[in-house]
């Protein structure tokens, strides 16, 4: 059979341009939502009287065949056929004759292909959400683990004040939590139906949009045919929250690179999530995060290059948007792949409390505690700030920590000093006098992993009335 737009031409397509052009090698990846698109669509012709029943029920019957065979791997594609929606037009009129040729009534490429993309990325965004909710949910339980771990807090990468483990896990869940939400919300400006804009002016036939949007699941249709074939917004979107989510894990990724170090020791990631050198028979590298984090440029390139692609392009259709696929398949793989690794590796992750003790008795992120003490006492916070400077400059001096000097040092410094600095020093005073809302102290830390439960279960319900639309 000669190409399905064959009419106006009088030579065949030159080979190389036939593969330059073609999208059947990625966007194969749509085979279903196309059937699903197609489907729905001659059920609406037949339904609108636009063709005759027993046609539509042809076309029916051979769409399934032709997803039957898709799911066994039976359908081969070909270039010449360009991309996945001629392909398995060209499979419905072999496996049913001409009258496949019906489908494609009242109908373009350029609202099917969108009416595909549509269909396909409001499932991965449900299942994105669900593998951020599951990763949540592993953060939730080490912080049950570690309400009593404490650890130095970091600015600057210099220790700065002692916190709860819980705390800084909990820092993640609401990430987590956001980047969830902004994929939830954006379901709303994915789940428009284009089909019905045809080419990009609307067609000569009755159809009815409306019909064909309530048999997908779709919550609306586009209210302007130019924009609903040139829209590719909910892509860009897509891509810019799985940007930040990328941002996300990477961050999360530096620290368990750090904190996996032999430096620190803060943690280890189980032998199951990490892998060995070819020449150092010592190493364990953590290689997930690691690529996580390298990963994370590439899903931002799909972000730069589809907005690239769209900058400047006129109204309506134009071949440059056939570039909006690889990106978003790309992303939505390296997505969901560092996802699914993430939740069981938290899961797993052997916490070393002590190290952790021991970093938070050796060191000075206790020295805010004692220029607060002063303040206690009626001197101002910024001359607080100056003797506990000094106070610390001798320590270093010294070889010491706060809590080795004896009271006559501390005298030397202030005559404010008294036998209760000593309690006020201790790393759980440190950190529960930081009893404020989102605050470390234990309290505030186990009420907030209630709050994250309450929101994680209210979240999952979303994903459970959204679950895999067709
Ligand atoms: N493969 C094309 C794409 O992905 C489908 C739409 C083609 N439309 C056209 N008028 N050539 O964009």
Same mark, same amino acid.
């Given at each position: ?5 064959? /009419?106006?031409f ?16 990625f966007?194969k =990846? ?14 609406? !012709?037949?339904?609108?009287?636009? !063709?005759p ?29 360009e ?8 499979? @419905?009129?072999?496996?049913?004759g001409?009258v496949?040729?019906?489908?494609h009534?009242?109908? &373009? ?12 990325? *409001?499932?991965?965004?449900? %299942?994105?959400?669900? +593998?951020?909710?599951?990763?949540? %949910? ?9 309400v $009593? ?8 990468l ?18 987590f939590r956001?980047?969830?939400? *902004? +994929?939830?919300d954006?379901?709303k ?5 284009? +089909? /019905?804009? /045809? ?9 009815? *949009? ?17 924009? =609903? ?8 979107e ?13 961050? @999360?990724s $530096?620290?368990?690179?750090?904190w996996s170090?032999?430096?620190? &020791?803060?943690?280890e990631?189980d ?5 060995? &050198?070819?020449i ?15 990963k ?6 799909n972000?730069?290059? +589809? !907005? ?7 109204? =309506?259709?134009? #071949?440059?948007?056939?570039?909006? #696929?690889e ?9 969901t792949?560092?996802?699914?690794l ?12 002590? *190290?952790?003790r ?23 916070f ?15 001096? $010294? ?13 030397q ?6 036998e ?7 790393p ?24 994250? $439960?309450?929101?994680?279960l209210?979240?999952k319900k979303?994903? =459970?009335?959204?679950?895999?639309? !067709?």
């Amino acid at each position: 059979m000669s190409k399905l737009w064959g /009419g106006r031409f009088t030579k065949g397509t030159n080979k190389l341009v036939e593969e330059y052009t073609a999208s059947i090698g990625f966007d194969k =990846a749509l085979a279903e939502e196309d059937v699903q698109g197609s489907l729905a669509h001659v059920t609406m !012709l037949g339904k609108c009287g636009i !063709l005759p029943q027993e046609d539509v029920e042809t076309i029916k019957e051979g769409l399934q065949k032709v997803l039957e065979k898709l799911h066994a791997g039976e359908v081969e594609f070909s270039v010449s056929d360009e991309d996945i929606h001629m392909n398995i037009e060209k499979h @419905l009129i072999q496996e049913i004759g001409p009258v496949g040729g019906k489908l494609h009534t009242g109908r &373009s490429r350029n609202d099917q292909v969108a009416t595909d993309m549509h269909l396909y990325l *409001r499932n991965r965004v449900v %299942e994105l959400t669900d +593998l951020l909710h599951g990763l949540q %949910e592993a953060l939730i339980e080490q912080a049950k683990d570690n309400v $009593e771990t404490i650890l130095p807090g970091y600015t600057h990468l210099q220790r700065a004040q002692p916190i709860l483990f819980a705390h800084h896990l909990l820092a993640y869940v609401s990430m987590f939590r956001r980047d969830a939400e *902004r +994929l939830t919300d954006s379901y709303k400006r994915i789940n428009v139906l284009p +089909l /019905g804009a /045809g080419a990009l002016a609307g067609t000569t036939f009755p159809i009815d *949009r409306h019909f064909v949007a309530e048999q997908l699941g779709f919550d609306g249709v586009y209210e302007n045919s130019l924009d =609903a074939v040139s829209d590719r917004d909910f892509i860009v979107e897509f891509l810019a929250n799985a940007s930040l989510i990328m941002t996300h894990l990477s961050r @999360l990724s $530096e620290e368990l690179v750090l904190w996996s170090s032999t430096e620190f &020791s803060f943690v280890e990631l189980d032998d199951a999530f990490c892998t060995g &050198s070819s020449i150092m028979p010592q190493k364990k590298n953590p290689d997930v995060p690691e690529l996580v984090r390298g990963k994370t440029g590439r899903v931002y390139g799909n972000l730069i290059g +589809l !907005l690239t692609v769209l900058k400047s392009l006129p109204l =309506a259709y134009n #071949k440059d948007m056939q570039e909006d #696929k690889e990106g978003m398949f790309d992303t939505v793989a390296t997505l969901t792949g560092a996802l699914q690794l993430f939740a069981p590796m938290i899961a797993t992750m052997k916490v070393n409390k002590g *190290r952790m003790r021991e970093a938070v008795n050796t060191d000075f992120s206790n020295a805010t505690d004692i220029a607060d003490f002063l303040v206690g006492k009626g001197l101002p916070f910024r001359q607080a700030h100056e003797v506990i400077g000094k106070t610390v400059l001798y320590c270093i001096n $010294e070889g010491k920590f706060l809590l080795d000097l004896t009271m006559d040092e501390f005298k030397q410094f202030s005559p404010l000093f008294d036998e209760n600095i000593y309690a006020v020093l201790q790393p759980e005073a440190v950190v529960n006098a930081r009893n404020v809302y989102g605050g470390t102290a234990t309290v505030q830390v186990q009420a907030a992993i209630g709050r994250a $439960e309450v929101s994680l279960l209210e979240a999952k319900k979303w994903v =459970a009335e959204h679950a895999a639309k !067709l």
